[in-house]
Structures are given as structure tokens and as C-alpha cells.
């Protein structure tokens, strides 16, 4: 069996350094609650709850799907918990739409959330441990080295990054829901800021963020019932390789390829950069941006920096717009990063992204990757029934 | 179901009664997923490997615990890992006390080229449900589940502790003996079990597992021993608490015509279902598994009962005779608890493998009672059997797959498109 | 790295301790739940719809339905035991450091159980159906968590709680968390740290694709097979990348800028980070030839932290081709 799917109501928290004016039970709910509410439902309409975070040290609580059960109106149903590290918030996402393509349920609760603030992100997600190698620099210290090699590869001038700081930065200040709003965010700002990871800028990385995010997706029944135009899934798929092993090409990664490919052929894309709208890219350190840009088929090896100095992915006039919400440059709650980047592949398809929506937009593209760029989770929507 | 609380006064009377609406709308839902299991693609077990669960396994990392059990599942299949649509795994980061702990594991599969690839933090059994939804698909036809647990390396009863709830219950450190405990009284203070009948269903399962090579608890005791060990915390002697250990199990499921060239006599999995209890322990009545029982209406295991008030189903679900369960039961007082939650009588045989009281490696043990049940499916020596799978405190959630030798439910012997 | 054990002669093992001071904002509910026993009492927050309830703790929702709760009740301090378990020996952090019993309690006006101890002196003081009352901790000590209700006892036998007044709302609660572990590093791991005991790499080599793995892990990642063949590596390698870190990382006692690479050796099929020093950090280039420094030879340990770091061997660079596939 497989059914259609659709993403019928989407709720987000505002997102900030710190929540402190609520639990992880409140800051669940908020963002669940405006997803009941964007798609008309209340808690008794869910069949089943699948959430998603990434690691529990991060929160010091084991498994909290166990404690948040009652929270998210669970009790009764069957809730799934996903941690898929980085791309978690993707995955979830995807493992939800799958109870209903599977014909098992018809509407279901998705929810992704981190309170970093409970905690300390680069301790949790680095906890130092005997017998792995010491631990000399921390999360950029990773994957500096991996930009600096796509640097090498592609010849791209050191600008790039800097352009891309700046233009999620000002794509962000259009969404009342990020975590960072720099109004005076400039190219000479990004340029002067302290090399933290050399070739990495502190303005080119993300923010450590506390929030939520959620989405009800819904079988053909539900959504031809919505009020609001559903989002369609047009295609979704996930892949991973391994962490390391000889010959891993880290810049370009073959999974990230592979589940391009396939969430494409779903999707009847042969080339996404003429038939998608818009992308939704998870780009923790801006750099990202063109490695994911050829990652993901929009340009060919080599030339997606090209893309990015051409302004082609910025909504101010560029024809592929990429990371209109502000993406993770502006909001980074670790486990729900990767849903709040389908979520608004969601919202800009069903024209409900208020100031960031791109006009027109048919076909939007939602991505998440993890781990050592070895953990990706993609779909593809669209406002037409497939 | 008894859903009514043992009156302490109107005010908890009144938690029993919301409870019971919440519970009789879920299981119209579940009921509704039993009527619908003919349409969903056949999805059966083709092979199960589990390692010998040990009270400390030093020696060897995740991996390399992982690597032999994937290797025996995946041989005993006859695929190889490029053949596999789908890899899905369970496990918790905590038990072994590093973050991402699950990416490193990956490595058992030699996920290469890439793989469709996911993980629960949760018991494999979890992952295991996963992974049949994503063969709902059709453009895959196989899976692999596998989970690993290593519990020695911390101290399980703090960690434990940390499911609870984090600002009004695990800043006690509540460990996971006395949460249970307070579920052993309960079930004594109402009549249903004696602290002789934990020690028999301890002897019994200990009994079993001298016929499983991989049980880490296996041996015959007498009954006043047992009856004379100090509490650990009462009304919970040692023997009625799962020994810590640890392991890895893997699983190989199918869909349609592949699990028949894959295994002679699939386990057809004619019906799975999980549902979850209330957060707070003080707002849930100990004494019954509300959540075991919605789990076992939607997979087809057992009929909404005469205390299944309200509750009436679309099309009629078929109950199949069952012949031996596999549950999973931390501690000895829950077996009996899941039994009557399921509607399992005197005739069905109980965890033939020895159960949790004879091996528990956690996120593992549940998937292991998958792979018991259908193991015994595959080698003909029953024809249905139900496997269940808890998590979280006092069964906080359960998950229930009824395994049979038959692909239709209740129907004719039909490997669909043989 | 001093701790390091070799209980085993084929494994190593460690103590690991893993700790974090949390610190939990407690919203609008649970805040006013702790603001209340800071002074001295219990609340609870009522439940709309049928039928009304009063949950507690207070929350901002009800652990059934999941609908919003409205308004905020005091309930107890006096309840009724529900269910209880006598523990002789209290684990680590428990609230009562001697014989006492874990109970759920159903505080007067509850509609549900909280968890709580009841200190009641013995396993034979305590019964199912007992009438027990919440014994606060002097109200100077009380900080804003569930221990600030210190245990239940035996009706009767504790004076009233004193209240306190004019507190400050409790917005955060504390909860340190710590726990101990033993790690041990598996058989393949622990060849490779002996190895670097003795001032030596020794990586194993996949017998299906023959890549030669360093550090180990006991097997190939992409074949999922065990790596069995150890192979000793030279400790000259090639800078195949690296970053400049100019950013104090904690536990980082290094003079900042330092460079951190990722250095291939020879005859190696994957790279590893280490640091680069004996040469400025803006001079450090991709195809750097380098050579690990080691610790004194007194001073080796089976840890990485045996190389110091990797300095320059004054070689030619290697080439690009040479490494371009290990980026």
C-alpha cells in the first residue's frame, strides 16, 4: 500500500539562545500546539506522535518521548522516537510520512525540538571520552578542514562564504520566528569577524538555539479536507554511509548524491534547479552552501560557488532561492534543524511563509544531513496532488 | 479491561474515568488497524541472530559485538548487505554514556555504497516497526533490524532514573527497581499475584533458558531459596528483576514473494501495533497495561472485551489461537500483567526462551522476543506466536506483533504470489 | 589518561564521567508547583472538561488528554499512600540517605499520585491505604524543587510546615547530573593504543578491500567485516587538510593560533586529526610533509596524547594527486 501524504498543518517556537520562560514540555507544545491549530485539529485527531531530537546529554534525559508522552497527547497512541543525529529533525519527519503512504494512519503528530540552553551544546555534542582521540577543536575544528579542501577542489574565492553569512542573515529578518535577527548584518561585518576555525569566520557558522518544530501530516483524505492548500509529498528519501573510511570523498558526499537522485526520480525532477522553487538546506557554516549546491544537483562539481556569487540563490532576485527562512545560519535548535527546514519547504508551498514567500512557488525541496555529512533525509513537496 | 482504578476516592475515580475515554478512543483505532491488516503487504521475519547475553562484554567494542550478529542474520537469509532495501537500528546513547553512540555501530553493516538508513532511540523491537512501514513501500523488499545494549559500562539504576520525569521525579534518582516495586505492591495489594507467584515465574523462565544458548541467567533453584533472598526494595526480591547484561540481535524481514525465497517457513508478521501510557506514574493505575492490551487489539491479538466498553469494530476481527508468547517482562510481576492484558490463557506457552529474566540486554530485549517468537514460527514448533516489547517505566510502552506461519491472518497457508 | 587500567591483558579500560550541572527553565505550571514549595505548600492546576480534575504537580496540561489546564489549587499537605516499596539501601541521591520507603501518594484534593519517600522508620510502618503529610524542609533551606518537600510521614507525626511569604518566583531548577562509567576500548582499539605505548602506529588492514585502517576499529567500514592483519605504519605522513583554530576550545591549554590536520600516513587508507607545530601557523599548507613528535620515551602512554604533535620533515611537498581522494 502506498498512500498519498501531505503536510496539512506546520507550528514552530520562536526560537532564541535561551527559552527560558518554558519547559521542554512547554516548548514541545508550543510549536505542536500551532500545528493543530494551522491545520484545524486538536489532539484527539492525532492518530499517532513520532518525535525526534538528537542526542538525550543534551537535555540529561533518557529517551524524554517517555516523559513528553503526555505532553504531545499521546497517551493512547503509538509514538516513535527518532534520532538520526543532525539530520534528525528530517528523519523524523520522514518516518511519520511513512505510517501514512503506509496506509497505517491518517493524520499524524511530527515533532522535533532541542533546549540546548539546558545544557551546553559544544559539551554535549563533543563529551570528551577515553580512548578516542583527544578532542582539539571542537565542532568547526571538523569541518573546517573539509572546507577548506572544497576551497582547494573548486578554486572559490574566499568571498563566497561571506555572501552567504549575509544573505541567510537577511533572509532571516523576513521570519518572525528566528532565532537571529541582524539588522545591520553587512558584508564587512561577516569579513572583520574573528577566524574562529580558519577558513571559518564566527559570523559564517550558526547559533546555538532552544525551540521546536512540528508538522501534521496527513493521508488524501485529510488533506483535501484542509482549509489551508496541503503541502504534497512528492518525494522523500534518506541515506547514509559511513562515518569514515578510505577514499570518502567528505567534500561531495556519494549518500548525499544517492538521496538526491532517488528523492528526484520520485519527484519526476531531471533538473532541480529549473524545476524547484525553492530550497530549504541545512548550511550550519555558510560554506556549505555551494558544497550542497553541487551536492544536490543545482550545479555542476566545481561551480556552485558560482550559483552563490551570481545572487541566484537569494530571494532578492535570484531564480533558485535557498534558505528564505533564514535557515540554519539564523536558527540552529540541533534536533529540530533539519525539520524546521522541510517545514518551510511546507510553508512556502502552501503560500503561508508570510515575509520570506517566495512567489509562486510549486515545488520546494527540504533537506538535513548529520553526523560527519553521512546522514541525509530529503523530500520534495509540491501543491499539486502527485 | 479494568481500567477502574482500586478506589482511593472520587478524585482518582475521576483520573480512571478520563483515562477511560482516552483508552476506549484508542482502541476504536486500534480495532479499526486490526480490520484493515489484509491490505497491508505481507511482511514476515527471514532469519534472527542474537549474541549470548553476557553480565559484561569488555572485550569487544560495539561493532565488533554487532558485526557477527549481522553477518549470522544476513548468512542465514543468504543476502548479502548490498542487497538490503532498508537498515534500521535501535539503541540509547546513555547506556553506554557517549552521544552519536548509534553512527559508529553503522560500521557492523558496512553501510557502502550508501543505505537507506534509520535509527530509534529506542528498544530495536521499535526499529523493527519501522522498518515494516517503510516495506509498506514497494520499492523495497527487504530490511535488516538490529540493536545493541551495553549496560555494564554505567550504573543502570541511576541511568535509569534519568527517564523519569526531569523536574518533579528524577532529581529523587528514582531507580528503575523501586519504580517497578511500586507496580509489584499494587498488583499484590489487589489480589493478582503473590511473591510466591514472582518466584515461580522466576524459576520457570530460568528453567527455560537452560535450552538457549544465549540466555545469561540459566538454572534450576528452589522456591524457599528464592522466597528467603533479602528485598531489594520490596515486594522485589532479586530473582524477580531482570540480571543487567549485555547484547546485540539482529533480524532480516522481507516482503511478499522475497521472504519465500528467503526462508522456507517465514514468520509472517499478520499484525504489530505499539501504543504509550501517561507521562506521570500517579495518573496511571499499576495494577492493569492499558497500553499492552490497545497495542494487542491493533495487532489483531486479542478482541475488545466486555470491559472494552463502547468499543465496536468495523469489519469483525478474526483471533487467531496462539500457541506460545514471548514478552517482555523486566520484571517477573509484569508477565502475568501483559498475559491477561493480551487475553492469553493457561494454554499458551510463556517465554519459552527463558524471557527478560534470563537475558535483558537493554534496547535489545525486545527485539529479541521478535526474533524468539518467529523463531520458533520458522522451525515449525508453533504455528502463531505473539511477541511483546515494553519501554519506559512500569510498561510505560508497549508494542505487540503477532508472528505466524501463515501470511494471511487467520487464513489459508498462502505465501502470497508463491 | 593516567587512570587507564589493563585489568585484561588483551583490553584496555577507563573511567569516563559524565557530568553537567543542568540547569532547567520551568515555565508558567511547574514554576509556580516550586514557587509554592518554597512556601510551604503543594499545588495543583485544575483540568476543563469532563470531569474536572486537579493535576499535580501543577503543569499546563493534562497527562491524559494532553488539553491545556486552567487555574492553579492547593492540594495535600496530608494524602493517602497508594502504593509503596521499602528499600534497605538507598542508592546515590536519593532523598533519604537510610531505610525508607518509596511511595506514590495521593495528596487531599489530587486526582492522581505524585512520587514521593515516606520515612516511616520501618518496613512493618508502612501499609497500603496509610495516611501520610509532607514534612518541608525548614523554610531557609527550601530552594524550588521536589525535595524541598524533604519526605511524607506517618500522620501525626510532623508539625505543620512553616510558610513563608513574599518569595521570589522560581523560574529555574538545578539538577546536577552525574554518572560513572568503565569504559573499555575493545580489542582492536586497545592493539593500537599499546602501540602508541611503545612509540609505535599499528593499523589493521581490511582483508576483503585491503585499505589499511589507523586508528582501528576492529573493522571496515564499508565492507562490515573484521580487520584482523595488523600492519605497522611509519610515523611520516602528508597534511591532506587542516584548519587554523583561533578560538580557546575547552580543556585547550595550546598558545592560540595552532593548526589542527588531518594527516595520512604512509601507507595508511584514511587520515587523522592531529596538530601541526614547528612551523608557523600561516606557513602550514595542504600536502605538508610531517613526522610525528613524540612524548619521552618514560612519558609513553597507550593514548594519542603519546605524539605530542606532527612537525615538518623539510621533504617536498607531496603532490595533490597524491591525496586528492583522502579529502
Known amino acids: 500500500m502506498s498512500e498519498r501524504c501531505a503536510v496539512i498543518g506546520v507550528g514552530q517556537t520562536f526560537h532564541a539562545a535561551a527559552r527560558t520562560d518554558v519547559s521542554i514540555a512547554g516548548m514541545v507544545r508550543e510549536a505542536a500546539r500551532r500545528a493543530l491549530d494551522d491545520a484545524s485539529l486538536d489532539w484527539p485527531d492525532i492518530d499517532a506522535v513520532v518525535i525526534g531530537k538528537a542526542p538525550d546529554m543534551f537535555e540529561g534525559v533518557v529517551m524524554p518521548e517517555l516523559y513528553l508522552a503526555s505532553a504531545l497527547g499521546a497517551v ?26 503506509s496506509g497505517r494512519h491518517s493524520r499524524v503528530l511530527t515533532v522535533a525540538f532541542e533546549k540546548q540552553s539546558d545544557s551546553d551544546a559544544m559539551w554535549a555534542l563533543s563529551v570528551p571520552q577515553p580512548f578516542s582521540p583527544p578532542l582539539l577543536a571542537g565542532a568547526g575544528g571538523y569541518f573546517a578542514p573539509i572546507i577548506r579542501a572544497y576551497i582547494r577542489r573548486s578554486g572559490a574565492p574566499d568571498h563566497i562564504g561571506i555572501e552567504v553569512a549575509v544573505k541567510d542573515r537577511l533572509h532571516g529578518l523576513r521570519n518572525e520566528y528566528a532565532h537571529l535577527h541582524m539588522e545591520d548584518i553587512n558584508f564587512d561585518m561577516v569579513r572583520d569577524s574573528i577566524m574562529l576555525w580558519d577558513p571559518i569566520r564566527y559570523l559564517e557558522t550558526c547559533p546555538s538555539s532552544d525551540g521546536a518544530c512540528a508538522m501534521v501530516l496527513g493521508d488524501e483524505h485529510a488533506a483535501e479536507s484542509s482549509q489551508v492548500p496541503p503541502a504534497w509529498v512528492h518525494g522523500m528519501a534518506m541515506r547514509s554511509e559511513p562515518t569514515m573510511f578510505a577514499g570518502r570523498d567528505q567534500v561531495n558526499p556519494q549518500a548525499g548524491r544517492d538521496c538526491a537522485a532517488d528523492v528526484y526520480r520520485q519527484a519526476g525532477i531531471s533538473d532541480p534547479r529549473r524545476e524547484i522553487d525553492m530550497a530549504e538546506v541545512y548550511v550550519p557554516f555558510s560554506w556549505y552552501e555551494p558544497m550542497w549546491l553541487e551536492n544536490l544537483g543545482f550545479a555542476a562539481e566545481g561551480e556552485g560557488w558560482k550559483l552563490t556569487d551570481s545572487g541566484a540563490t537569494s530571494m532578492d532576485g535570484g531564480d533558485i532561492p535557498w534558505n528564505c527562512s533564514g535557515g540554519v545560519l539564523c536558527t540552529n535548535p540541533i534536533g529540530a534543524s533539519g525539520m524546521l527546514r522541510f517545514a518551510e519547504a511546507a510553508l512556502q508551498v502552501r503560500g503561508r511563509a508570510g515575509e520570506h514567500q517566495v512567489d509562486g512557488v510549486r515545488r520546494a525541496l527540504g533537506h538535513a544531513y548529520g553526523g560527519g555529512s553521512q546522514f541525509f533525509a530529503m523530500w520534495v513537496l509540491g501543491s499539486e496532488k502527485p | 479491561m479494568a481500567t477502574t482504578s482500586r478506589a482511593t476516592g472520587s478524585a482518582q475515580a475521576a483520573t480512571a474515568q478520563a483515562y477511560q475515554a482516552t483508552y476506549l478512543a484508542a482502541a476504536q483505532d486500534a480495532l479499526r488497524l486490526a480490520s484493515r491488516r489484509d491490505r497491508f503487504r505481507p511482511v514476515a521475519v527471514v532469519s534472527f ?6 553480565e559484561r562484554e569488555d572485550h569487544l567494542n560495539e561493532v565488533e559485538m554487532l558485526m557477527p550478529v549481522v553477518a549470522e542474520a544476513l548468512g542465514a537469509a543468504g543476502i548479502t548487505k548490498k542487497e538490503l532495501g532498508f537498515v534500521c537500528s535501535g539503541s540509547s546513547d546513555y547506556l553506554v554514556g557517549a552521544p552519536f553512540s548509534f553512527v559508529m555501530a553503522l560500521d557492523a553493516v558496512g553501510a557502502w555504497p550508501p543505505m537507506r538508513e534509520s535509527h530509534v532511540e529506542m528498544d530495536g ?8 512501514t517503510m516495506l509498506q513501500d514497494e520499492d523495497m523488499d527487504t530490511a535488516l533490524v538490529y540493536s545493541f545494549g551495553r549496560s ?16 518533579v521525579e528524577a532529581p529523587m534518582w528514582p531507580d528503575h527497581v523501586a519504580i517497578a516495586a511500586l507496580q509489584a505492591r499494587a498488583l499484590v495489594d489487589s489480589g493478582k499475584l503473590s511473591e510466591k507467584e514472582m518466584a515461580e515465574i522466576a524459576l520457570r523462565s530460568w528453567h527455560d533458558a537452560m535450552s538457549s544458548p544465549t540466555a545469561q541467567v540459566a538454572r534450576e533453584a528452589g522456591l524457599e531459596e528464592l522466597l528467603a533472598e533479602d528485598y531489594l526494595v520490596s515486594p522485589l526480591r532479586p530473582h524477580a528483576v531482570a540480571p543487567v547484561g549485555d547484547g546485540a540481535a539482529a533480524v532480516v524481514l522481507a516482503a511478499g514473494e522475497k521472504a519465500l525465497e528467503l526462508a522456507e517457513h517465514p514468520a509472517w508478521i499478520t499484525g504489530i501495533d505499539h501504543r504509550i501510557e501517561p507521562s506521570s506514574l500517579g495518573a496511571r493505575d499499576l495494577t492493569v497495561s492499558g497500553s499492552t492490551r490497545l497495542a494487542g487489539i491493533g495487532a489483531g491479538v486479542v478482541s475488545p472485551g466486555a470491559d472494552d466498553l463502547g468499543v465496536t469494530g468495523g469489519a469483525a476481527v478474526e483471533i487467531p489461537e496462539v500457541d506460545l508468547a514471548e514478552l517482555h517482562a523486566p520484571f517477573a510481576h509484569q508477565e502475568p500483567l501483559i498475559a491477561e492484558a493480551l487475553g492469553l490463557d493457561a494454554s499458551v506457552r510463556l517465554n519459552p526462551s527463558g524471557g527478560a529474566l534470563s537475558a535483558n540486554p537493554l534496547m535489545v530485549a525486545g527485539l529479541a522476543r521478535i526474533g524468539e517468537a518467529a523463531r520458533r514460527v520458522m522451525d515449525g514448533s508453533a504455528r502463531v506466536a505473539v511477541a511483546h516489547a515494553t519501554s519506559g517505566p512500569c510498561l510505560q510502552q508497549n508494542l505487540v506483533c503477532l508472528l505466524a506461519a501463515e501470511a494471511e491472518a487467520g487464513g489459508a497457508v498462502s505465501g502470497r504470489g508463491a | 589518561m593516567s587512570e587507564v587500567t589493563m585489568s585484561d591483558p588483551e583490553v584496555l579500560r577507563a573511567p569516563h ?5 543542568y540547569s532547567r527553565s520551568v515555565g508558567r505550571d511547574l514554576g509556580a508547583f516550586f514557587t509554592g514549595l518554597v512556601e510551604g505548600r503543594v499545588l495543583g492546576a485544575s483540568t476543563r472538561g469532563s470531569p474536572d480534575r486537579v493535576v499535580v504537580p501543577a503543569r499546563e496540561y493534562d497527562p491524559i488528554t494532553g488539553e491545556d489546564t486552567d487555574g492553579l489549587v492547593e492540594v495535600g499537605p496530608g494524602g493517602v499512600v497508594t502504593a509503596w516499596g521499602w528499600t534497605d539501601h538507598p542508592l546515590e541521591g536519593q532523598p533519604l540517605q537510610r531505610p525508607f520507603a518509596w511511595a506514590l501518594v495521593v495528596l487531599d484534593g489530587a486526582s492522581n499520585a ?13 501499609s497500603t491505604g496509610m495516611r501520610v503529610v509532607a514534612r518541608f524542609r525548614d523554610p531557609a533551606a527550601r530552594v524550588g524543587s521536589i525535595t524541598d518537600i524533604e519526605c511524607f510521614v506517618p500522620e501525626g507525626s510532623a508539625p505543620q510546615a512553616d510558610r513563608a511569604a513574599g518569595v521570589e518566583p522560581v523560574t529555574v531548577l538545578s539538577t546536577p547530573i552525574r554518572l560513572d562509567y568503565t569504559f573499555s576500548a575493545g580489542i582492536a582499539q586497545s592493539s593500537f593504543l599499546r602501540g602508541l605505548s611503545e612509540g609505535r602506529f599499528l593499523g589493521q588492514r581490511c582483508p576483503r578491500c585491503g585499505q589499511v585502517y589507523v586508528p582501528p576499529r576492529g573493522s571496515c567500514p564499508t565492507d562490515g567485516v573484521p580487520t584482523t592483519d595488523v600492519v605497522e605504519l611509519p610515523d611520516t605522513g602528508t597534511v591532506t587538510t587542516y584548519c587554523v583554530v583561533n578560538v580557546p576550545f575547552q580543556g585547550q ?7 589542527c590536520a588531518q594527516v595520512l600516513l604512509d601507507g595508511a587508507n584514511i587520515s587523522f586529526m592531529h596538530l601541526i607545530q614547528g612551523i608557523p601557523a600561516d606557513q602550514v599548507r595542504m600536502g605538508l610533509r610531517v613526522r610525528a613528535v613524540w612524548v619521552d620515551r618514560d612519558d609513553l602512554v597507550p593514548s594519542m596524547e603519546s605524539v605530542r604533535y606532527f612537525e615538518p620533515t623539510g621533504e617536498p611537498d607531496a603532490p595533490y594527486e597524491s591525496y586528492e581522494e583522502y579529502l
Open chain 2, 49 to 54: 541472530a542474537q549474541s549470548r547475553t553476557v
Open chain 2, 125 to 132: 523491537a521499535f526499529a523493527l516497526y519501522e522498518a515494516w
Open chain 2, 152 to 167: 555494564s559500562p554505567g550504573d543502570i539504576r541511576r541511568v535509569l532514573a534519568m527517564q523519569l520525569d526531569p523536574y
Open chain 3, 114 to 126: 505524585i512520587l514521593h519517600v515516606v520515612d516511616s522508620g520501618s518496613h512493618d510502618a508502612m
Open chain 1, 76 to 101: 493512547g497512541k503509538p509514538m516513535l522516537r527518532v534520532h538520526t543525529a543532525g539530520s534528525v529533525g528530517g528523519s523524523t519527519a520522514l518516518v511519520a510520512a511513512h505510517l501514512v503512504t
Open chain 3, 17 to 21: 564521567v559524565l557530568e553537567f550541572p
Open chain 3, 253 to 259: 591549554a595550546i598558545e592560540l593560533p595552532y593548526v
